[in-house]
């Protein structure tokens, strides 16, 4: 690939580092005006004033693309998403804006099972053909890595499915992808009332096969009352950990089981919800290096009060936003609506919010040292918004703004 320049950016802004940003540093990122970004080989090159850039990196072969009236950041990651699914829940919604509450629609059958039924009966094709059109509506909106979970499947042939799917979708689009197995998602009706033996089901069959297949990065469970309890989400996600797995956890999301405080306590990569956290929780996380991933979107569409986001970054923990898309509790994919409700309701900045996005949303997948910030040698992920200002991001509050995305140097999204 030839080395490109995108000159005249009138700012970018981004967090710097490689690792996850805690507490205060998290509002510290740094704002360059009337800039110059050098890609090269998929990778950043340099970044800079634009006429210092100009002056030491234009070659005889260089490729200028002129920015003017833009504002770049680092490439969204979206680190919580469950976007492989068949079917969808309307009238699950409808029901819930008259009273009925998510918990008591998945105890009366409900919810996820309804979408295993859907996915059951999908075949791989259409999960590829499914999966590539909503990953290209995310990329349309900014997001140039998304992790993605498996967990409408809840039997082996199923699971591995979606797996599969995120397998050949890795290959056909251009959104890099994080898999994770998420197979104690709920209990089956198969398990019904055997929880224990759906648990020891997933530790002998299905993590070594997972494993065997290289089929996922991270093991996820669903920690909550009527699914699956702490000390069942403890025993899984050590044995996951032990076959070299990452760990996540849905955790404290409709009520405070401590979730939260367990994925502190096992180093799980990220504690994702936390609507209902306790303080002893908070602690326990801000003590440790697990990624607090909240999705304030889902809390949105569930009317529920959002999580603690204020308290967890004055407690020095490191906060990640993700849109955990779904077709139940939260049926959206809009970086416009995160970015909002982080900062309107949940009191973030938008430099947190920023970061959060982008560099910890990077951390709660593992690659905080590839991607989610503009430096030298990071991928040349970008977002090239229509608007000179990044402030637009909540002031076009719901719009999105994103004019270009490139993906690993090469320009993956232009807007019509
Ligand atoms: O993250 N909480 C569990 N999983 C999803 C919801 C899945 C569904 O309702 O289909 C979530 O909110
Ligand atoms: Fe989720």
């Known amino acids: ?84 699914f068949g079917g969808y829940r309307p009238d699950e919604f409808m029901m819930r804006l008259k009273g009925a509450s998510y918990l008591e629609i998945h105890k009366a059958g409900g919810g996820i099972w309804n979408t295993v039924q859907a996915t059951r009966n999908m075949g791989l094709d259409e999960m590829v053909q499914t999966g590539k059109e909503r990953l290209e509506d995310m990329l349309s909106m900014g997001v140039t890595t998304a992790e993605g979970k498996s967990g409408y499947g809840l039997d082996r042939e199923c699971e591995l499915q979606q797996l599969e799917a995120l397998e050949i979708l890795k290959k056909e689009q251009p959104v890099s992808l994080v898999r994770t197995f998420l197979g104690a998602h709920s209990i089956p009706e198969e398990y019904k009332g055997r929880s224990d033996e759906y ?4 530790i002998k069959e299905m993590l070594p096969l997972v494993k065997e297949k290289n089929l996922a990065e991270y093991v996820d469970i669903f920690c909550e009352s009527s699914v699956f309890n702490c000390e069942q989400s403890r025993r899984y996600l050590l044995a996951a950990k032990e076959m070299g797995f990452g760990v996540k956890i849905h955790a404290d999301e409709i009520e405070a089981l401590g979730g939260s405080g367990l994925a502190a306590e096992i180093g799980a990569v990220s504690a994702d919800h936390l609507l209902m956290i306790r303080k002893k929780d908070c602690e326990k996380l801000d003590a440790s290096s697990t990624v607090a991933t909240l999705l304030p979107a889902t809390a949105f569409c569930l009317h529920k009060p959002y999580a603690p986001a204020r308290e967890l970054i004055d407690g020095g923990c490191a906060v990640a936003l993700a849109s955990d898309y779904n077709p139940g509790s939260c049926f959206t994919n809009s970086i416009p609506l995160l970015f909002a409700l982080a900062v309107i309701h949940m009191n973030m900045s938008l430099e947190e919010a920023l970061c959060a996005l982008t560099l910890n949303g990077a951390a ?40 270009e995305v490139y993906k690993d140097g090469n320009l993956a999204y232009s807007k019509r």
């Open 1 to 84: 690939m030839k080395r490109t320049i995108l000159t005249n950016i009138s700012e970018v802004v981004t967090p710097e580092g490689k690792n996850a940003l805690h507490g205060k540093d998290m509002g510290k990122v740094k704002r360059l005006k009337d800039a110059a970004i050098v890609l090269e080989n998929g990778k950043i090159l340099a970044v800079g004033p634009n006429e210092t850039i100009i002056k030491q990196y234009v070659e005889e072969d260089t490729v200028i693309q002129d920015k003017s009236g833009s504002c770049v950041l680092p490439g969204f990651v979206d680190s919580h998403t469950h976007f492989i």
């Open 199 to 202: 648990i020891d089901f997933l």
């Open 364 to 403: 709660a997948v593992g690659k905080a040292d590839q991607i989610g910030s503009i430096e030298p040698g990071k991928a040349a992920d970008l977002v090239v918004l229509e608007k000179p200002q990044y402030e637009f991001l909540v002031y076009h509050t719901g719009k999105n703004i994103v004019k």
